[in-house]
T-cell receptor
Framework: GENVEQHPSTLSVQEGDSAVIKCTYS??????FPWYKQELGKRPQLIID?????GEKKDQRIAVTLNKTAKHFSLHITETQPEDSAVYFC??????????????FGTGTQLKVEL | DAGITQSPRYKITETGRQVTLMCHQT?????MFWYRQDLGHGLRLIYY???????DKGEVPDGYVVSRSKTENFPLTLESATRSQTSVYFC????????????FGPGTRLTVT
């Protein structure tokens, strides 16, 4: 099955700096790569996703890049703010019985934005 | 977010007892999922369902049973709870179509003593 590795496990940056989180996946058939943000005690929420037919996608201060050949994708957050402090998870899809997509998640990155 | 709910939110049970965690969504989403979240492991898929009466195992299905007789409900049963099943459990749902986004419920914190 799919295997997703995520690095680093913790990341501390100064407010205003950029943060980069990297993930690799194993199944070349995966074609959907979402990123979820989880604040302490809350549920995970989708912040951005990318399909395999696209190399980069941006949404304001966040962007995701995908390298299909190398099987890795990255989350970039620019101009970090204290409210960006959270755990971030990457994921990759695999087909499920009856259609739909099962997700395999990375182990998460604890991002801390320091004032 | 109010469209997917989980109950109970907190549960303490003893080893060997049967426990059922409930998940209910009001969006009529076809796909539903159960994950467990443990420190150092992220979110791991337990079971997946594409529709009523269609279920599929995930990464860590052992010790769990699911059913889906109605589209809106997807209960997860621990047949004989073990301490290793102490975790936070999240239910999620998604809709067929172009969006693959999964919407998560608020989670159930289960402690097995």
């Amino acid at each position: 099955g799919e295997n997703v590795e995520q690095h680093p496990s913790t990341l501390s940056v100064q407010e205003g700096d950029s943060a980069v989180i990297k993930c690799t996946y194993s199944d070349s058939a995966s074609n959907y790569f979402p990123w979820y943000k989880q604040e302490l005690g809350k549920r995970p929420q989708l912040i951005i996703d990318i399909r395999s037919n696209v190399g980069e996608k941006k949404d304001q201060r966040i962007a995701v890049t995908l390298n299909k050949t190398a099987k890795h994708f990255s989350l970039h957050i620019t101009e970090t703010q204290p409210e960006d402090s959270a755990v971030y998870f990457c994921a990759a899809n695999s087909p499920g019985v009856g259609g739909g997509n099962k997700l395999t998640f990375g182990t998460g990155t604890q991002l801390k934005v320091e004032l | 977010d109010a469209g997917i709910t989980q109950s109970p939110r907190y549960k303490i049970t003893e080893t060997g007892r049967q426990v059922t965690l409930m998940c209910h969504q009001t969006w009529s989403h076809s796909y539903m999922f159960w994950y467990r979240q443990d420190l150092g492991h992220g979110l791991r898929l337990i079971y997946y369902s594409a529709a009523a009466d269609i279920t599929d195992k995930g990464e860590v299905p052992d010790g769990y049973v699911v059913s889906r007789s109605k589209t809106e409900n997807f209960p997860l049963t621990l047949e004989s709870a073990t301490r290793s099943q102490t975790s936070v459990y999240f239910c999620a749902s998604s809709t067929p179509g172009d969006s693959y986004e999964q919407y998560f419920g608020p989670g159930t914190r289960l402690t097995v003593t």
